[in-house]
């Protein structure tokens, strides 16, 4: 069990510009999360996908953004048209769906920085 | 929609200290509760987490008990150690999928 990765590690990135991380979950587990969290705060819910499918979408989600898990396996976020505010850790997590409470591991994170 | 509340940082203590940080939910019908860790450098690790009212997760000498009563998840440490320092998130988990954390504490102890 090698947990989550996340890459990049980190990102600097110009304005307007579009960037795109990846994560790698845990190899058995078929949620994958994506959150974003901004310095001094707690990790805030973007989207999750149960295999392939993407279940639900925040607020927080605009349309820059669009995430995809097309095997099942590996996800990728992508940001397009970058903006200041964008600037934040992005938290990949993965679980087991057992039908119960299942614990969520999370990766290192993407940290972006927009100039 | 679901919150959670805990107390603001940093928390600076003195090694064999006791540690608590209060956590309080609001949330509709029954969530899971879960704390959380940040290790300086490091990605978030699960510490302990209850599922339902009155149980108690333990680990690493950490403890919290879920309290329906009064809507909290207090996490209580003995006796502190440097390799404590850290932030811990409080977070919950209500219909199976995304979970809802609060700020964050950090904690600081000192030799």
């Known amino acids: 069990d090698t947990g989550v990765s996340q890459n990049p590690r980190h990102k600097i990135t110009k304005r307007g510009q579009n960037v795109t991380f990846r994560c790698d979950p845990i190899?058995?587990?078929?949620?994958l999360y994506w959150y974003r969290q901004t310095l001094g705060q707690g990790p805030e819910f973007l989207t999750y996908?149960?295999?392939?499918?993407?279940?639900?979408k925040s607020r927080l989600l605009s349309d820059r953004f669009s995430a995809e898990r097309p095997k099942g396996s590996f996800s990728t976020l992508e940001i397009q048209r970058t903006e200041q505010g964008d600037s934040a850790m992005y938290l990949c997590?993965?679980?087991?769906?057992?039908?119960?409470?299942?614990?969520?591991?999370f990766g290192p994170g993407t940290r972006l920085t927009v100039l | 929609g679901d919150s959670v509340t805990q107390m603001e940082g940093p928390v600076t203590l003195s090694e064999e200290a006791f540690l608590t940080i209060n956590c309080t939910y609001t949330?509709?019908?029954?969530?899971?509760l879960f704390w959380y860790v940040q290790y300086p450098g490091e990605g978030l690790q699960l510490l302990l987490k209850?599922?339902?009212?009155?149980d108690k997760g333990s680990n690493k000498g950490f403890e919290a008990t879920y309290r329906k009563e009064t809507t909290s998840f207090h996490l209580e440490k003995g006796s502190v150690q440097v390799s404590d320092s850290a932030v811990y998130f409080c977070?919950?988990?209500?219909?199976?999928?995304?979970?809802?954390f609060g700020g964050g504490t950090r904690v600081l102890v000192k030799p």
């Open positions: 996908f149960q295999n392939e499918a993407q279940l639900e």
């Open positions: 209850a599922t339902k009212a009155d």
């Open positions: 190899s058995e587990h078929n949620r």
């Open positions: 977070a919950l988990l209500r219909g199976g999928n995304k979970l809802t």
């Open positions: 997590a993965s679980s087991f769906d057992s039908g119960g409470a299942d614990t969520q591991y």
């Open positions: 949330a509709t019908g029954y969530p899971s």
